[in-house]
């Protein structure tokens, strides 16, 4: 038994998409655990420390992510949109009157946004698994919709479990693709 191509060892598993996709695992749990804390923050000062993590995980995306490969500049354009568009939304949500309602509801509001993300990003790299992760994250932000009114404590939660289904949909990425 030939076993000298096909052993998979750390080194070969966490190649450079594998350990990109454990970053933005981390920087999502960490940004929703941070924003469930300190909640009471002004929400500038929580979207500059989105805005930090963001920007890390972009920078380290950009390093992972050839440019010469065009499925994956696209899917790193794709990504810097969605930040970008979602980071903006999230401050605009606190300024216009007819989004207030939204700004309750963040943690569900940037599973729709990273949900879109995934969407996007399965169709630029033909991968069923996206669809998946874009599902789960989506199921969660309608369930939070539905029964925030009959759970007040969701209100506060969401931020937790928005951490860990985006996180969890990264970790699936991870070991599927």
Known sequence: ??????????ATYWNGVRKLM???????F?????TYFYQTLNPTSINIVWGILAAIGLIYSKKQM???DVVLRNIFLVWLIIIVLGLTLSQIIFILPPLYYYASLLGAVWLMIMALGHTLTGFID????YILTAGLQLVV???IFAFVNSIPSLYTLQYLIAG??????MMLLLIFI
Do not use: E
């Open 141 to 143: 932000a309608f369930l």
């Open 30 to 34: 960490v940004g929703f655990l941070f």
């Open 66 to 68: 050839p440019w010469s």
């Open 164 to 169: 860990i289904v985006g996180a969890a949909s």
């Open 1 to 10: 038994m030939d076993t000298s191509s096909s052993r998979v060892t750390p």
């Open 126 to 129: 033909k991968k069923k698994i």
């Open 22 to 28: 454990a970053l933005w695992a981390a920087i999502i």
